[in-house]
């Protein structure tokens, strides 16, 4: 069994140490094999997944914004190769460290996918999703999640072409959307004003933004058995919130 675990920590916003202590005791119990993170920072001698993680290898994006700000991926498993895609694709200000890591962890490729995340960039979802999914044929793995922030909600275009529902720009491909496998008819949101008081936007869109996805083979669906997946992250511990977002961990 792996354990995988995805959520946006919100860099160091709101009540940083509070936040701080409710994520690495939370992160600890939970103990995910591997987990995508989004909203990180890392600057000059800081590293923030460093401070809220123990004993995992940790890969970093490059190309974040001037505060820190990226995505990263701690793994139990050593990384035996990592591959960064730059996801600014369009003549859009370059405020928002849109990007790709894949990290090779032996027959699984592990990717952490954060697109632009306006509510009218979904163009730019869509092309910046078709860029990983070809990377990703690129590299031949046997195993594949793709995990993260993707700030769009099922019914999008972007999330759709994951899931096999649409065909971008000529390509198709299938994963199977953890969430849905096993809670098939519960919205799960993960970034909501209505259950989180973190969220600034009062009537943001978009509810389940974060997923877990497992590339399908030719027969019999994902090609790593869905066990479990469920929301994380999503009561306050001891009065304190983790994120503006929920988390979503799948065995």
């Given amino acids: 069994m792996i354990r995988i675990a995805t959520i946006n920590i919100w860099a160091r916003f709101g009540d940083w140490p509070a936040r701080r202590e409710v994520l690495r005791r ?3 119990e939970l103990n995910p094999d591997v987990l995508a993170l989004q909203e990180t ?3 000059g001698d800081y590293d923030q997944v460093a401070d809220i993680t123990d004993g995992y290898e940790v890969v970093h994006q490059t190309k974040r914004t001037p505060d820190g700000a990226g995505i990263s991926i701690a793994s139990r498993r050593a990384a035996t190769a990592v ?3 730059d ?5 859009r200000p370059r405020d928002f460290p849109a990007g790709a890591l894949l990290v090779e962890l032996g027959d699984l490729l592990f990717v952490n996918h954060n697109p632009s995340w306006r509510l009218d960039h979904e163009n730019e979802r869509e092309r910046q999703a078709v860029t990983v999914a070809r990377k ?3 590299l031949a793995a046997k195993h594949v999640v793709v995990a993260g922030d993707m700030d769009a909600d099922p019914l999008a275009t972007s999330i759709r072409f994951w899931t096999g529902r649409t065909s971008i720009d000529g390509m198709s491909v299938c994963y199977r959307d953890a969430w849905e496998a096993k809670h098939r008819g519960d919205c799960g949101d ?5 259950e989180n008081p973190l969220v600034a936007d009062a009537d943001w869109p978009f509810g389940r933004i974060d997923y877990i996805l497992v590339r399908c083979g030719v027969h ?7 066990n479990r997946c469920e929301r994380w ?3 306050p511990v001891a009065g304190v919130w983790a994120s503006d977002h929920f988390g979503v961990v799948a065995d």
């Fill in 26 to 28: 939370c992160i600890g």
């Fill in 41 to 43: 920072v890392v600057l």
């Fill in 83 to 85: 591959h960064e895609l």
């Fill in 87 to 91: 996801l600014h694709i369009a003549a």
């Fill in 136 to 138: 990703i044929e690129e």
């Fill in 190 to 194: 993960t970034f909501t004003p209505h």
């Fill in 220 to 226: 019999g669906g994902p090609t790593m058995r869905i």
């Fill in 233 to 235: 992250l999503d009561q």
